[in-house]
């Protein structure tokens, strides 16, 4: 039971254009979201994060959005450039569950130059 | 070290055989976690340790699969009888005590291969 999903397995964007990067959730107890960047051979490292009780968070040319009753978030990249090309997780968290997060099975990004 | 270090970085072990993972986590960081990651997959929880105390396992697959963290720094994962399903890459997070996700520091990861 996948209870955070990332349905797009990857995205290719031309430098400079926005990359836009979703994530589906079902379990409405999820009260704080994560989005993880990936390079090959590397860990995870955080990008950045949402609490469920705002409804965007900016940083840089970054920005998350979180659409609550769609269960729904969003990564925008803007603009996005090939540096960014990695694998992004969207994780979620939750007391339910301690301090464990649950990862969705990542998106594949690549901007082409 | 200035990060979570994990060795060794790959392994491959045959059917059968026991392996022993290990992480160094960032000095003073009191939680430490292990995840797995199978190919195209993303992370999922296996263990939580707090200081030397095992306080969360109940990611952990079966009873082949043991963590400890005897002095509340290294941690050692370890997979008895090896199977083909445990190839994965394992990896360790560290951080300070109740920073949450954003505070969470990553290994690289050890990549094992079950033959």
């Known amino acids: 039971d996948q209870q955070v999903k990332q349905n797009s397995p990857s995205l290719s964007v031309q430098e400079g254009r926005i990359s836009i990067l979703n994530c589906d959730y079902t379990?409405?107890?999820?009260?704080?979201f994560l989005w993880y960047k990936k390079y090959p051979a590397e860990g995870p490292t955080f990008l950045i994060s949402?609490?469920?009780?705002?409804d965007k968070n900016e940083d840089g040319r970054f920005t998350v959005f979180l659409n609550k009753s769609a269960k729904h978030l969003s990564l925008h990249i803007v603009p996005s450039q090939p540096g960014d090309s990695a694998v992004y997780f969207c994780?979620?968290?939750?007391?339910?569950?301690?301090?464990?997060?649950?990862f969705g099975a990542g998106t594949i990004l690549r901007v082409k130059s | 070290g200035a990060g979570v270090s994990q060795s060794p970085r790959y392994k491959v072990a045959k059917r059968g055989q026991d392996v022993a993972l290990r992480c160094d986590p960032i000095?003073?960081?009191?939680?430490l976690f292990w995840y797995q990651q199978a190919l195209g997959q993303g992370p999922e929880f296996l263990t939580y340790?707090?200081?030397?105390?095992?306080?969360?396992k109940s990611g952990l697959p079966s009873d082949r699969f043991f963590a400890e963290r005897p002095e509340g720094s290294v941690s050692t994962l370890k997979i008895q009888r090896t199977q083909q399903e445990d190839s994965a890459v394992y990896l360790c997070?560290?951080?300070?005590?109740?920073?949450?996700?954003?505070?969470?520091?990553f290994g690289s990861g050890t990549q094992l291969s079950v033959l």
């Open positions: 997070a560290s951080s300070r005590l109740d920073q949450g996700g954003e505070k969470l520091f």
């Open positions: 379990n409405s107890m999820f009260d704080y």
């Open positions: 949402i609490s469920s009780i705002k």
């Open positions: 994780a979620a968290l939750t007391m339910e569950y301690g301090n464990k997060l649950v």
């Open positions: 000095s003073g960081h009191v939680s």
């Open positions: 340790f707090q200081n030397e105390a095992q306080l969360d």
